[in-house]
Nanobody
Framework: QVQVVESGGGLVQPGGSLRLSCVAS????????MRWYRQAPGKEREFVAR???????NYANSVKGRFTISRDNAKNTVYLQMNSLKPEDTAVYYC???????????????WGQGTQVTVSS
């Protein structure tokens, strides 16, 4: 099972950009589809973006065209490039390694501790 750690959050003005990183431990990172979720105060955790083990991305409608998810398997890292940030993007952002079967074995979900993103002037 991988462990994941997020970084890159911070305070940014509306219209600004941030890039979040999620580094995974272990040598089997490439088998995982990776997801970003976020949770704003008083709200449920919501899906942001996903990238498959093969590199295919998909996005929540609320971030489509502004956010880009990518991965570098050589660095065991998934990124979330966030542009044109809005105050409503303020949340704790979580990285998730999606549970998967590989070589007859199940590798369960793994979640990071989250990184705070605040969009405010």
């Amino acid at each position: 099972q991988v462990q994941v750690v997020e970084s890159g959050g911070g305070l940014v003005q509306p219209g600004g950009s941030l890039r979040l990183s999620c580094v995974a431990s272990g040598s089997i990172f490439s088998i995982y589809s990776m997801r970003w979720y976020r949770q704003a105060p008083g709200k449920e955790r919501e899906f942001v973006a996903r990238i498959s083990s093969g590199g295919s991305p998909n996005y929540a409608n609320s971030v489509k065209g502004r956010f880009t998810i990518s991965r570098d398997n050589a660095k065991n890292t998934v990124y979330l490039q966030m542009n044109s940030l809005k105050p409503e993007d303020t949340a704790v952002y979580y990285c998730n390694a999606e549970g998967t079967y590989y070589s007859l074995r199940y590798y369960p979900d793994s979640w990071g501790q989250g990184t705070q993103v605040t969009v405010s002037s």
